[in-house]
């Protein structure tokens, strides 16, 4: 300490961070500073990546495969022309939860010997929704002219570009030959790359 | 590296300067533990503009979803409580450093000569800071904060003429709703901030315009702001967020029940910095001629704020400071002392343990009430809502298909003028006091409690001869059957003959028989049947033998001479709903005396209660808390020697049974079906449709 108040003054001008009692000032400030921020940032980051849970008694939906959803039964889906379905599910949505909300929709077709493929009606180039036309007999996305054939391949569109980075994303699916329904396994795929990653 | 980095940061942001000119201002006699106020109270508020934004991501105004959201943020979101906690005991903590500031500045003569704007400018930031904690104590909609907000707005109607046009502007119209919502949350999260902000910067400008207002003295050297003083406040600030996290921890912030318009909650106070004015405005009696409540809410506490924003100048006169310091102190503490009285007022229950008789008592201990069945009906929504989660419709679409919440409420709005509901065990948070009954008065009001109505424990107590059995209150209180056939019949024939001790342990064990027999007629979901067949089956045969002499009056299965009310389907759902509607319905009609006094609730000539009342109602008096528009799991009290044709049947029941979880009811496991099931829900449907064309 000196002994006049102006030198006192003129000295903790000199070095900012002269003196011990100027870092932990600082350091001190710094904490208070983000601690806030901190609680703050935790529920910010943490809840968009926990595990949401269903309300108790709504839990499962009856389906003893998770993930697994009910689409439409064998006979409804037409051979060698693709229709779209609605998925149909309860549905989680922060405070509220909804009995049988449209989550998406999927395309199936059946070929001559009864197999039945599936597509993600999302394009994997940007996340358009793709519509089946009649008159080329292809998939088209409105949004950047991706296109693809009936087995979901890339379609070569003459000269122009398709800028889909793979095919259209096939969806597993479950027949049960009881009911005959066709459940399918639904879930939402990264866009913009060139493989297929489960969001 | 560092130096040199941050040189050439400096030479093109002269950031440096800015750092010198805003750390180093003198402190005549150097840095204090006691200058911290200030620096605490932007802390406090920066705190809040953090959490609050935080809070902002995940709120959504709306009468829908404001509830809802603010439930989620406090029990499913991963650090969420904390968050709001700090926000909630932040607020408070402003509201309890503004005064030390303003006391501070007053005694140390910080506000006169050059400094009345600085002065002004922290009244208007005390203002602003008011009115974010009168904002932010509505957003989360539920009863507390929507009742006691529903009073300050109401105050806003007070000042004649333009009174009206602020409610409806600051309401969003005549009624609560969106709009209240919509803006009072743009107040407090926009508008207010941005407002607290504006004059914070000038307050500070002003601040370091003037100066400390302190003097140098020849003991202590002058100091710089920094590094000592930042440091003590640093320390300050850090010991005050401790120990407001400390607090939001331990003392969680509270979510009420949803705010429902039509269930006034009779606890409704302001948040306690408020509690106040709320108790002053009991001072102003609404009989003195003038408009005195305007003058409680609104003219007196703004003379007040006149008076300390002249004070600067009355400082000048002499004598003019002693009486600011003095005004001040008089302000907290009469502020002090009328939070202290409102805190008393409705605490007076606990601090006065044995005057129970004076009208203050009863006065605190209903505020009690209500703040417990506030509660109550906070954790019967949070079951709903960890059951079925929020529908889009709201909470309250969820709550009023809630036979507890709803029963309760309506029984204390229709039912519990005459009849109590002494709920004990686990179902005591569900208890309504009726009215309280002496035996020996001919008050105009007690009819049965209802608790437990139908069950076996009820009925046994019903053909109790003895002390605290039927003659006692609970049973016909203070009805006109108290003198009636039944009671004279229990009392004076049952248990008359009854000498012995022998002859006692018989009746009441005949009696638990027969009170089973009547209890599968109520089928009520909470008993277990299954277990006790044996006593069910043998009831039925003492009453088929009338043992009891029951069936002399009451009709029961095939005994069809009884003159009064039939025993089949007793306290079951029809009967009660046949009750409930019309209780004339239920005793025969020769019978003139049966109905002594209770009203029909809907029939033909009144509605005092729509069918979905009723049946939430009836559910809520058996216990069943199958939720309106849900069907009630089926009740088989009776298991049947099963005839081959049932086994199909008994099937059908169990597969339709399986999703069953856990949490069910466990006696409802291993119910059969019934043999005679078809035959009385056929009888029920003829009665159901006499009912209708009477």
């Not at chain 2, 179902?427 to 009819?447: F, Q, R, S, T």
Request: charged letters at 20%; hydrophobic letters at 40%; a negative charge.
């Amino acid at each position: 300490m000196s002994e006049t108040k102006i030198s006192t003054a003129k000295e903790s001008r000199r070095g900012f961070f002269g003196s011990f009692s100027a870092w932990l000032a600082a350091a001190v400030g710094a904490v208070i500073g983000v601690g806030p921020v901190c609680v703050g940032l935790y529920t910010f980051i943490m809840e968009p990546l926990r595990k949401k849970q269903m309300p108790r008694k709504e839990r499962d939906g009856g389906s003893s495969d998770p993930g697994f959803f009910r689409v439409a039964s064998v006979d409804e889906i037409a051979t060698d022309v693709p229709r779209r379905f609605t998925i149909v599910a309860d549905k989680l949505d922060a405070w509220n939860f909804m009995k049988d909300q449209a989550l998406g929709a999927v395309y199936l077709q059946k070929n001559e010997a009864g197999d039945i493929s599936c597509y993600h009606t999302t394009c994997p180039h940007a996340g358009c929704s793709v519509a089946y036309e009649q008159d080329s007999n292809a998939y088209h996305c409105p949004c950047h002219n991706s296109s693809f054939n009936l087995d979901g391949s890339k379609l070569e569109n003459g000269g122009s570009t398709n800028p889909s980075p793979r095919p259209l994303d096939t969806l597993e699916i479950k027949v049960d030959e009881a009911t005959n329904t066709v459940f399918v396994k639904y879930e939402d795929y990264y866009t913009g790359r060139h493989d297929k990653v489960a969001k | 590296m560092f130096g040199k980095l941050y040189k050439w940061v400096d030479s093109r942001t002269g950031i440096q300067d800015s750092l010198e000119e805003a750390l180093y201002e003198n402190i005549p006699g150097g840095a204090k533990w006691r200058y911290v106020s200030g620096s605490m109270l932007v802390f406090a508020f920066m705190t809040q503009a953090i959490t609050g934004i935080f809070l902002w991501m995940n709120y959504s105004a709306g009468s829908q979803n404001a509830w809802a959201s603010v439930y989620y943020i406090t029990y499913n979101m991963e650090g969420g409580a904390l968050l709001r906690g700090i926000h909630h005991v932040m607020a408070q903590a402003m509201v309890v450093l503004l005064p030390i500031h303003i006391l501070q500045v007053v005694i140390e003569k910080a506000y006169v000569k050059p400094r009345e704007f600085n002065w002004w400018l922290g009244l208007v930031l005390m203002k602003i800071t008011l009115a974010l904690g009168l904002t932010g104590y509505l957003l989360p909609w539920d009863q507390k904060g929507y009742w006691a907000t529903k009073v300050a707005t109401e105050l806003a109607a007070l000042p004649p003429i333009v009174g009206g046009y602020i409610q409806k502007i600051v309401v969003g119209g005549n009624e609560y709703g969106h709009f209240t919502l919509t803006r009072f949350f743009a107040l407090h999260a926009g508008v207010l901030p941005g407002l607290l902000v504006g004059f914070l910067v000038l307050h500070l400008a002003m601040f370091r315009k003037h100066g400390i207002t302190a003097h140098s003295s020849e003991k202590r050297a002058d100091q710089m702001f920094w590094p000592m003083q930042v440091l003590k406040d640093g320390v300050a600030c850090a010991l005050l967020f401790g120990l407001v996290v400390y607090v939001a921890i331990i003392h969680p912030a509270e979510l009420g029940p949803p705010a429902e318009p039509t269930e006034p909650y009779g606890a409704a106070r302001p948040e306690w910095y408020f509690l106040f004015l709320f108790q002053m405005l009991k001072y102003f009696d609404g009989s003195m001629g003038w408009n005195n409540e305007f003058v409680g809410a609104i003219v007196f506490p703004g003379v007040v704020f006149g008076f300390m924003f002249l004070m600067p100048f009355i400082a000048r006169i002499k004598v003019g400071h002693a009486f600011n310091v003095l005004l001040i102190a008089a302000l907290v503490g009469g502020a002090g002392y009328l939070t202290y009285e409102a805190h008393m007022e409705d605490n007076y229950n606990i601090y006065n343990e044995e005057d129970v008789d004076s009208a203050a008592y009863k006065k605190a201990a209903k505020y009690h009430a209500e703040v417990e069945r506030a509660d109550t009906e906070f954790r019967l929504i949070q079951e709903l809502v960890e059951d079925y989660g929020i529908p889009l419709e709201g909470p309250l679409a969820l709550q009023q298909r809630d036979p507890y919440t709803m029963g309760v409420r309506l029984f204390r709005r229709q039912c519990a003028s005459c009849h109590a509901y002494n709920a004990t065990g686990e179902n005591a948070h569900l208890a309504i006091a009726g009215p309280e009954i002496d035996p020996n008065a001919e008050g105009p009001m007690g009819a049965p409690d209802l608790y437990g109505f139908g069950s076996p424990v009820w009925i046994q107590g019903l053909l109790n001869g003895e002390e605290g059995g039927i003659t006692s209150p609970k049973y016909f209180g203070n009805t006109s059957h108290v003198e009636g056939e039944m009671v004279a019949h229990v009392r004076d024939t049952m248990w008359a003959e009854a000498e012995t001790d022998e002859d006692k342990a018989v009746l009441k064990e005949t009696i638990e028989q027969v009170s089973w027999a009547l209890a599968a007629e109520a089928k009520l979901p909470y008993l277990d049947y299954a277990g006790n067949q044996d006593k069910i089956e043998s009831g039925i045969n003492h009453l088929n033998d009338d043992t009891l002499g029951c069936v002399g009056c009451h009709n029961y299965k095939e005994n069809e001479f009884g003159y009064v009310f039939t025993l089949d389907h007793y306290a079951s759902s029809e009967w009660l709903t046949t009750m409930i509607s019309n209780p004339n319905e239920v005793y025969s009609e020769d019978w003139g005396t049966a109905n002594d006094r209770m009203p029909a609730f809907h029939s033909d000539a009144t509605k005092l209660l729509t069918q979905d009342e009723i049946e939430l109602l009836v559910r809520f008096l058996r216990q069943d808390r199958t939720l309106l528009g849900d069907t009630p799991e089926s009740v088989e009290p009776l298991q049947s020697e099963a005839p081959a044709e049932e086994a199909e049947t008994a099937e059908v029941t169990e597969t339709t049974e399986t999703p069953a979880p856990a949490e069910s009811e466990e006696d409802t496991d291993e119910t059969p079906v019934d043999t005679t099931q078809e035959a009385i829900e056929e009888e029920s449907a003829e009665e159901a449709e006499e009912a209708t064309e009477e």
